[in-house]
């Protein structure tokens, strides 16, 4: 395996970047990890070894739902869509997320912390 | 469910496949060669087994799957060391199946009750006076008539009866019984009508009778139209009115009745009344309470009419008390004992099986010493303390739960087996104990905590472990050279558990030799060679000068059949269960009141030649005669015992002694002392008076062959003597026509009994200890195999390695060993009460003993051993 991310980067977000990725179009395994890799500009690069059970849980709970079925370039794939719930998830997830990041950022700002 | 996840996961894998396809496809595109793009394809991927594992583990009932992966480990392990595993389930097995046996008979026996609607309701008379439940009619009467509390009280007896039906007279065990006897047990005929109050109103009210269930399916051939037939009992017709229904064998747990007459008949049918007497006890009985009636409040009750009784008929000499008890086991008279002996056969087989989980325990610490190193290794990579201790305590439960399978399968044919056994008596007496669904809930308790106890014995190492440690040290944590270990509780424990063996053993081989002893005593009288032939005349019809002419007429027939060189006849015999006593008064005597007697004897009618049919030594004067008659002076043959204690010398004949009515009676003969209740009974008084004096109906007809007869000759002469018999009279059924000696059964049941229990426990004591030193020495070295190894290294020898590995252990064993022999001698004296002539002090007893625990010895610590004296140092330390 050369240069990996983290393996995660925290509890969560791997499931988070999925979800987002499935509410964009519907997407099998392989093609998921491609989209993040891109999006990301190869600064994520996604492990099956983490994908497939991410997949997994998310199949567990309902958030995503998985059909086999030939893609654009002809191949049989299973390919995942997002469930109504799995929106709802990724929204509370993702607004959740937003105020975390915020505080990181604020407790990190060096300006901010030294002014006070 | 199971199904939609298999689906699941072959989905999955056909996923990860196509994954790795299609990223080997976009390699080649990229301009890379097939081969070089798969694998680059699948290095990437990385491994597909951990990967489809870890996903498929999202899906898992998290506890209770990694629980049956334990459990395919646990049987992998098993298999792995089927040696192990063999010896644990087999002690387990045994252990838990004395459990679930000895609870399945307590159960029958003492806690539940007999079979009867409403059982609750149902009581026994018992007696606070004296142990035996017997009353005497009249007394059962009053309480019938007068008491308020009682739905319904029924006296009843078991008696003997002559049953002609269909031309072949059998003899059958009946119940006599009062006619609200079906009311207590509250049953429904299964064909026709059961007895009822008006059958037994007054002698000769009914000739009905009702058959048991079990005879009317064996006797009368299921006869569907068995209603309204006439059978002849002790010769009097009586009408089959009922057959009771499958289930119901009578209100007592051992004695089984095939018929039912009416009390009432009793004098018809035996010859004898009691029925209006009130000093001759006789009788059960049972009472039914009424629904809202307290046992406190019937017991009241019982207490103010027992003071009735005694202000209304203050001559009688027995003031009958009565306590209600619960039915089924002849009052407490068997009640207390049963219960007593049941409750000590439970807390030994309690012992027994702790004593097993306790040596599993050592023997699981063994192994789990041994696997220090795998366990350390499972910590040091992650796996948490609960993880491994869950592990440890499935495998114990796997174990424990087989173990209580074939425990189960054990304890079923076991209780089966004891529920189709008849004990050696003419009495119609078996068990009623099937094994009841419910065992196999109380095995999986029993199983599920012995597994738990012995399986959390090695918990403490494992909680000790510390990963770093028993890697760098792998098998051997603590180094013990030159320090001595510490006596710990495990060689206390040994020695304990040495020492009970040794117990068993001793007690085991003493009842053996005793046995063997019992069977070649002089018992006063030689069964072998010789028929005993019992019949009831009275059953026929015969009664006072036709039952002596008729016996009579036997006696002369047999004589004559070929091969008999003495036939005689008696009352009873000596050891059989039917020894009546005789209260011997001094001839001085002149209150004749039983407190005042000389002592008991017992008593034996005999005809002239008794002596020389049963080879009963006669010492001095002479035989009886049959001119000693009714008429004659009263006579007497009595053995030395009897006249050591009235006369204080041998010199007996020619003196006088006093019955009970105060006759003189001469002593005429005297002959050698014998066995007459007991094998184990110390020196007994007996008296021999002729049969013309004391003439009976119940007749045990001796006839005795040559020396060199065989065992086929003697029951070739039992069925010349019953064909005798049946040639003078088809109508007198013969109870028992076979060899003597096979009759004597029950004198040797009890040794029997103690020698086969006392055999079983000692062979499971040896399992034991067996199990305990093995699992005890092969965890000594096991912990000390570096050490031990060093020592070779060192070069020393075998002695001395075997010396410093289990030198503990042998001390262990010898000090456990003579403990035990020295308790095993004295508990011996306990059995002598049992066991005839059981003695410790026998030199071949106590050789056999020491041989047992040497070989015993030997073969448990002979596997640890061999493995201390095969250890090879440069392998050894090369893998630590």
Redesign the interface.
């Known amino acids: 395996?050369k240069e990996t991310a983290p393996r995660d980067l925290f509890p969560g977000a791997l499931e988070m970047m999925i979800l987002e990725s499935l509410r964009r179009q519907p997407a099998?395994?392989?093609a998921l990890v491609q989209h993040i890799q891109q999006r990301s500009r190869n600064l994520l690069q996604v492990?099956?070894?983490s994908l497939?059970?991410a997949?997994?849980?998310l199949l567990?709970g309902k958030l995503v739902k998985?059909d086999?079925g030939v893609s654009s370039n002809n191949?049989?794939?299973?390919t995942y869509q997002i469930t109504a719930s799995g929106l709802r998830h990724l929204e509370q997830q993702i607004s959740s997320f937003e105020r975390m990041f915020e505080g990181i950022a604020l407790v990190l700002t060096p300006s901010k912390s030294s002014a006070t | 469910m199971l199904f939609r996840r298999r689906k699941r996961f072959d989905?999955?894998t056909?996923?990860?496949r196509?994954?790795i396809e299609?990223?080997a496809e976009q390699l080649m595109r990229e301009g890379m060669r097939p081969t070089e793009a798969r694998e680059a394809a699948h290095?990437?991927?990385?491994?597909p087994a951990?990967?489809?594992e870890?996903?498929?583990?999202?899906?898992q009932w998290p506890a209770l799957e990694s629980v049956v992966a334990d459990v395919r480990l646990a049987l992998r392990q098993m298999r792995r060391s089927p040696g192990f595993a063999l010896t644990a389930l087999f002690t387990l097995a045994l252990g838990i199946a004395a459990n679930v046996i000895v609870f399945g008979v307590l159960q029958a026996l003492v806690l539940r009750p007999v079979e009867l609607p409403q059982a609750d309701r149902v009581m026994t008379l018992g007696r606070t006076d004296q142990p035996y439940p017997f009353f005497s009619y009249p007394v059962v009467r009053d309480i019938r008539d007068d008491s308020k509390v009682f739905s319904a009280v029924a006296p009843y007896l078991i008696s003997n009866f002559g049953v002609e039906a269909n031309g072949v007279t059998r003899a059958v065990w009946g119940c006599e019984m009062g006619g609200q006897y079906f009311e207590v047990a509250g049953i429904k005929p299964f064909l026709g009508r059961l007895l009822q109050r008006a059958d037994d109103d007054h002698p000769g009210a009914s000739q009905a009778a009702v058959l048991a269930w079990p005879a009317w399916k064996s006797d009368f051939g299921a006869d569907p139209n068995i209603v309204g037939k006439t059978i002849r009992i002790n010769k009097h017709p009586y009408t089959i009115v009922g057959v009771t229904p499958e289930g119901f064998y009578g209100t007592e747990k051992f004695i089984q009745p095939s018929l039912f007459v009416p009390i009432a008949n009793e004098e018809s049918l035996e010859g004898t009344n009691f029925l209006e007497s009130r000093n001759d006890p006789e009788v059960y009985s049972v009472v039914r309470l009424k629904e809202d009636v307290t046992v406190a409040q019937a017991q009241a009750e019982l207490n103010t009419i027992a003071a009735r009784i005694h202000r209304q008929h203050p001559e009688d000499a027995e003031k009958e008390s009565f306590q209600l008890v619960r039915p089924g086991l002849m009052g407490d008279f068997l009640g207390s004992p049963a219960r007593a002996f049941l409750a000590g056969v439970m807390g030994l087989a309690g012992i027994v099986l702790l004593a097993a989980c306790a040596n599993l325990g050592s023997l699981f610490a063994a192994r789990t010493a041994d696997r220090a190193r795998e366990i350390a290794i499972r910590m040091a990579i992650g796996s948490s303390r609960s993880r491994i201790v869950r592990q440890v305590l499935v495998e114990a439960l796997v174990i424990a739960i087989l173990a209580g399978a074939c425990a189960c399968f054990l304890a079923w044919i076991a209780i089966t087996g004891l529920a189709n056994w008849r004990p050696p008596t003419e009495y119609p007496m078996s068990f009623h104990i099937l094994p009841q669904p419910s065992l196999i809930l109380m095995t999986l308790a029993i199983s599920i905590l012995a597994g738990v106890v012995f399986g959390a014995m090695p918990l403490r190492q494992i909680f000790k472990t510390d990963p770093n440690e028993a890697m760098k040290s792998g098998n051997a944590p603590a180094l013990m050279l030159g320090r001595r270990r510490r006596w710990a509780l495990r060689d206390l424990l040994l020695a304990a558990q040495i020492a009970l063996c040794c117990v068993t053993v001793t007690a085991a081989i003493v009842s053996l030799r005793g046995l063997s002893k019992a069977l070649s005593m002089d018992m006063g009288f030689n069964p072998k060679h010789a028929v005993l032939t019992r019949f009831e005349l009275n059953e026929a019809g015969y009664a006072g000068e036709s039952a002596e002419q008729f016996q009579r007429r036997v006696l002369e027939k047999v004589s004559q059949l070929p091969g008999v060189v003495a036939a005689a006849y008696a009352s009873s015999t000596p050891l059989s269960l039917n020894a009546p006593t005789l209260d011997v008064f001094s001839q001085q005597a002149n209150n004749l009141k039983s407190p005042n007697r000389a002592f008991a004897a017992y008593e034996y009618g005999v005809s002239p030649g008794y002596f020389a049919a049963a080879e009963t030594t006669l010492l001095a004067g002479r035989d009886v005669s049959f001119h000693d008659t009714g008429k004659s002076p009263l006579v007497a043959v009595v053995n030395r015992e009897f006249a050591r204690r009235l006369f204080h010398s041998d010199a007996a004949v020619g003196r006088y002694f006093k019955n009970e009515s105060g006759q003189p009676v001469q002593v005429v003969g005297l002959v050698a002392d014998g066995k007459y209740l007991t094998l184990t009974e110390d020196p007994e008084p007996a008296a021999f008076v002729p049969i013309l004096q004391n003439p009976t109906t119940g007749t045990s007809l001796i006839v005795r062959q040559r020396q060199d007869s065989s065992i086929a000759a003697t029951s070739e002469l039992a069925g010349a003597v019953r064909k005798a018999i049946r040639d003078l009279d088809s109508a007198v059924p013969v109870r028992e026509s076979t060899g003597w000696s096979s009759q004597l059964g029950l004198a040797f049941f009890a040794s029997q009994v103690a020698t086969v229990a006392l055999g079983l426990f000692g062979a499971f004591g040896l399992l034991l200890s067996v199990t305990g030193t093995f699992g005890l020495a092969s965890y000594t070295v096991g912990k000390r195999l570096r050490e031990l190894s060093i020592r070779v290294a060192l070069g020393a020898q075998a002695e001395q390695i075997i010396a410093a590995a289990l030198g503990r252990m042998l001390i262990v064993l010898a000090s456990g060993a003579v403990v035990g022999m020295l308790l095993g001698v004295a508990t011996s004296r306990v059995l002598s009460a049992i066991v005839y002539h059981a003695s410790a002090q026998d030199p071949l007893v106590l050789g056999a003993v020491v041989l047992t625990m040497v070989l015993t010895g030997s073969l448990s610590v002979a596997g640890p051993v061999r493995r201390a004296l095969r250890i090879d140092p440069a392998v050894l330390l090369r893998e630590q």
């Open positions: 395996m099998h395994g392989y492990e099956e070894g497939y059970p997949l997994q849980r567990k998985a086999w191949r049989r794939v299973r | 989905d999955l056909e996923e990860i196509l994954h299609e990223r290095r990437a991927f990385g491994n951990l990967l489809e870890s996903s498929r583990e999202v899906w």
